[in-house]
């Protein structure tokens, strides 16, 4: 019955196993289409296989030319091409970020008089504000608002970055009318029991010095998993899947990030310094997310473990655990109340302030849902520049070219079916406070409106290939390396630019395309207009006669690349036999 399949032929399509007749459709559907090695080979030399025709006109002589910019994709399935380059991007990023010795970011400048008598200024008027308030002076309360207003304005246009302070709540927009709620404290996140010190703004590591007075300062990686749900196969899936705990599995998936978070916040109150790290979050073979991270500088195991104990993240929503409503049969919108309501009854439904008061006054009450770490915590330090970080490096950076579903495809039926039941509950677990999945539970979420469809909500986290991760996968903190992606695409340019000796344009054009925002490109930026060409503009030409002059133009360009690359090193040889240039790291960068 099973004859072997030939390889490259689908299991499913009967195969004698015979060559097929010449001239037969069989046999011309065995040659290979070229267009498809036109994009077998664009990917090969890292040309986008989805350009972005852009129409640059000189303002200067009116001439217009169609230029093709990278799609930029992330994902292997929209652009092999485009993500591998954004993933070496994030290599880069990680790479710099992971051993650097001195602070990423000078710190801010010493504020000016007029700063620091703006912000006096506001906090004057804040004062002002809760007074009229006490004396429900609500006409005061909204000229104040608009003063404040404006001083915020000024304040930003000072160059003073971020907010001083949150907006006030008004009326009409997030809270519910009547004025602001009263939190219990019960709904506060409680602090865990660990040792708390202020954190000081150094962001970089401890330095080792050994006997023979050599120093060094190791780095870390560190893995964070969740929660067993029961145990499971090699293959990720359930031994008992009627006793794995799917609906925690969900809730803890959506509720990942916010547990990352705090993890972070503990851990630097713990060390007392500004623990920097840079990581992605992924599935693991049984589909719940894990994390890791690259750390900057050592922290003892212990305290990561003990942190990771310590930390947990509650949800302080409305109890889901009768589940009032079924697809087939759900509330329905009354118009009149402008509220969801019982199908039968006419009843509304609890609206989302009255559900939490409900939880504020219940003295029993307990979080709906609490995220924890499992007691799997993995961390060993890492020195610089060794294999062993490069290795790490590609390891953290190894799923991000794909999709969340794409990381481990179910093959067996086993597996579909384990993944078909974590979706089912994904289906149904509210992802915000506003998915229309509460309309479910009988609670209308905040903001409700006519066009909730509960079952139906757009939150990634209820599609079936996000596996319930839906928010970012590449974590990566503020003082990092010190600079954004794009800076970071800017020096791959400026190094490839350094090698090559020119500056013209042509050469990196169809690699970088970033002409845009490129620095060196400033003079020329005034005189180009650019905009979007449409597919169909004569002048934009088809697909395939785009990708052949991009991978030619590609070619003759990583000739000249590697031609440049072996005459530096000849010349370095040449030059010094005694100095020692390890600062340059352009390997793996193009
Ligand atoms: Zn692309
Ligand atoms: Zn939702």
Known sequence: MNAPTLPGLEPTAPTPAAIPRPG????????????????????????????????????????????????????????????????????????????????????????????????????????????????????????????????????????????????????????????????????????PDLPRRKVERRTVGKTYTAPDGSTFRPSMWLTLTLDSYGPVRPDGTPVNPDRYDYRRAAWDAAHFPRLLDRFWQNLRRCEGWNVQYAGCVEPQRRLAPHAHFAIRGTIPRDILRTVAAATYHQVWWPSVDVQRYTLDRLPVWDEQAAAWADPDTGQPLSTWAEALDAIDEDPDAEPVHVVRFGTQVDARGVMPGTNDAERTIRYV??????????????????????????????????????????????????????????????????????????????????????????????????????????????????????????????????????????????????????????????ARWRTELLAAKDRAAQEHSDLSATQHSAQHDGEGTQ
């Open 24 to 191: 037969s459709r069989a046999a011309r559907m065995a040659l290979p289409r070229s267009v498809d090695i036109l994009k077998e080979i664009a990917a090969e030399y890292g040309v986008c296989v989805r350009p972005l025709a852009m129409r640059r006109t000189d303002l200067d002589t009116g001439l217009t030319e169609v230029i093709d910019l990278p799609c930029g994709a992330t994902r292997e399935d929209k652009c092999g091409p485009c993500a591998k380059k954004n993933r070496r991007l994030r290599q880069a990023q990680i790479r710099e970020g992971w051993h650097r010795d001195d602070e990423p970011l000078p710190g801010p400048e010493p504020a000016t008089e007029a700063q620091k008598s703006l912000i006096l200024f506001r906090a004057h008027l804040e004062f002002s504000r809760d007074e009229a308030i006490r004396a429900a002076q609500w006409d005061q309360v909204t000229d104040i608002d608009e003063a404040i207003g404006e001083v915020e304005e000024a304040i930003a246009a000072e160059g003073l970055r971020g907010r001083v302070g949150p907006p006030h709540v008004t009326e009409d927009s997030d809270e519910e009318p009547g004025g602001r709620r009263k939190r219990s404290t019960k709904r506060r996140q409680d602090a």
């Open 397 to 554: 950076t190894k799923y991000i070219t794909k999709n969340t579903g794409d990381c481990h495809k179910a093959t067996t039926d086993r597996q579909r079916k384990h993944l078909d039941r974590l979706w089912q509950q994904l289906r149904i677990t509210p992802c915000t406070d506003r998915c229309a999945n509460w309309l479910l539970y009988g609670i209308q979420p905040k903001k409700a409106n006519a066009k909730l469809k509960p079952g139906r909500c757009k939150g990634k986290v209820h599609q079936r290939d996000t596996l319930g991760i839906g928010g970012r996968r590449i974590l990566i903190s503020r003082d990092w390396s010190g600079k954004t992606l794009a800076d970071h695409k800017h020096d791959v340019r400026a190094w490839v630019r350094a090698l090559l000796g020119t500056t013209t344009d042509s050469a990196t054009a169809s690699d970088t395309g970033q002409l845009i925002d490129d620095q060196g490109a400033t003079t020329e930026r005034a005189r180009h207009a650019w905009e979007l060409a449409r597919p169909d503009d004569p002048d934009v030409g088809p697909m395939s006669h785009r990708l052949m002059r991009s991978i030619s133009e590609r």
